[in-house]
T-cell receptor
Framework: DAKTTQPNSMESNEEEPVHLPCNHSTISGTDYIHWYRQLPSQGPEYVIHGLTSNVNNRMASLAIAEDRKSSTLILHRATLRDAAVYYC????????????FGTGTSLTVIP | ETGVTQTPRHLVMGMTNKKSLKCEQH?????MYWYKQSAKKPLELMFVYNFKEQTENNSVPSRFSPECPNSSHLFLHLHTLQPEDSALYLC?????????????FGPGTRLTVT
């Protein structure tokens, strides 16, 4: 399995930026880093993904370390609707189509 | 309808029943997936279909039988299930199956086996 390591939980104040870390020291050159989040009683929701360069979209930014062994998902201004479990996933080409979802980081947003 | 839809949203069935879960994607994607999410466990991939052909079966018991009649529809036929099969069953789709493609998930079917 392509393993990622994330903190079990984090807290953030509303309207503050949130930096969610992920370690993936076994990453290979063709492995994409994907982030998903899952709100209670819902299916996972795609957030962002990247290979080497930092990525931005309307939901978040993804900062990838130069050696690619770690990455950080950045929510620029946390809202109560961002409270969810965030999953960092390595998309490993040689294993075909599998996403390896770990236990993720449970983000609590404090009003 | 947009995105990925799943029906029913909730299902209670006895161990001797036969039921089916339905998934439909309105995104024009070519690949579809079934996942199982049990309480306190990570998502587990069950099946993968690409252009209607099954490309992956992740050692799933035969009491789960998938069907993909076209790229937009995916079914999971259930028979003689066990209580430990109670879980959230999630369907997803993606444009392709390569590592650069993101997946879009449906809301899931909450299955309870009694």
């Amino acid at each position: 399995d392509a393993k990622t390591t994330q903190p079990n939980s984090m807290e953030s104040n509303e309207e503050e930026p949130v930096h969610l870390p992920c370690n993936h020291s076994t990453i290979s050159g063709t492995d994409y880093i994907h982030w998903y989040r899952q709100l209670p009683s819902q299916g996972p929701e795609y957030v962002i993904h990247g290979l080497t360069s930092n990525v931005n979209n309307r939901m978040a930014s993804l900062a990838i370390a130069e050696d690619r062994k770690s990455s950080t998902l950045i929510l620029h201004r946390a809202t109560l609707r961002d409270a969810a479990v965030y999953y960092c996933i390595l998309r490993v080409e040689y294993t075909g189509n599998q996403f390896y979802f770990g236990t993720g980081t449970s983000l609590t947003v404090i009003p | 309808e947009t995105g990925v839809t799943q029906t029913p949203r909730h299902l209670v069935m006895g161990m001797t029943n036969k039921k089916s879960l339905k998934c439909e994607q309105h995104l024009g994607h070519n690949a579809m997936y079934w996942y199982k999410q049990s309480a306190k466990k990570p998502l587990e991939l069950m099946f993968v279909y690409n252009f209607k052909e099954q490309t992956e079966n992740n050692s799933v018991p035969s009491r789960f039988s998938p069907e993909c009649p076209n790229s937009s529809h995916l079914f999971l036929h259930l028979h003689t299930l066990q209580p430990e099969d109670s879980a959230l069953y999630l369907c997803a789709s993606s444009q392709g199956t390569g590592s650069s493609y993101e997946q879009y998930f449906g809301p899931g079917t909450r299955l309870t086996v009694t």
